[in-house]
């Protein structure tokens, strides 16, 4: 989810920013505050981020919140038939995100 929401926002013009992103993963926002993981993938989540962030000028601060809190949890936990809001995605995702993205 911390990648969808840094590829839209990057969609979306923001330059020169620090934003903050709520997250209730530990190990994402772990594995992102140090720039690296022992997970070769997220390494590779990482550096596909970063290489977006960078021309932008934009960096991210991850901070931890709890699930009950997190206006995301329930989509992440799959439960997309009651939510109701959605973002535009126009842009063009790293096509290993593709294979695991289905629209609603």
């Known amino acids: 989810m911390l990648e969808l929401a840094i ?6 013009d923001y330059r020169d920013a620090n934003i903050t992103v709520h997250s ?11 720039s690296h993981s ?9 550096h596909y981020i970063m290489s977006s962030l960078i021309p932008a000028n934009v960096t991210i ?6 699930s009950g809190e ?3 949890d329930p989509v992440s936990h799959g439960m997309i ?8 995605c126009t842009y063009p995702l ?3 995100l593709d294979l695991w993205l289905v629209p609603i």
């Open 7 to 12: 590829y839209w926002l990057i969609q979306q």
């Open 81 to 88: 038939l009651c939510y109701r809001s959605h973002i535009d």
């Open 24 to 34: 209730d993963n530990t190990g994402v926002i772990g594995a992102f505050s140090n």
């Open 38 to 46: 022992c997970n070769p993938a997220h390494n590779n989540c990482i």
């Open 61 to 66: 601060s991850p901070e931890f919140i709890t």
């Open 70 to 72: 997190n206006l995301a």
């Open 94 to 96: 790293p096509a290993d």
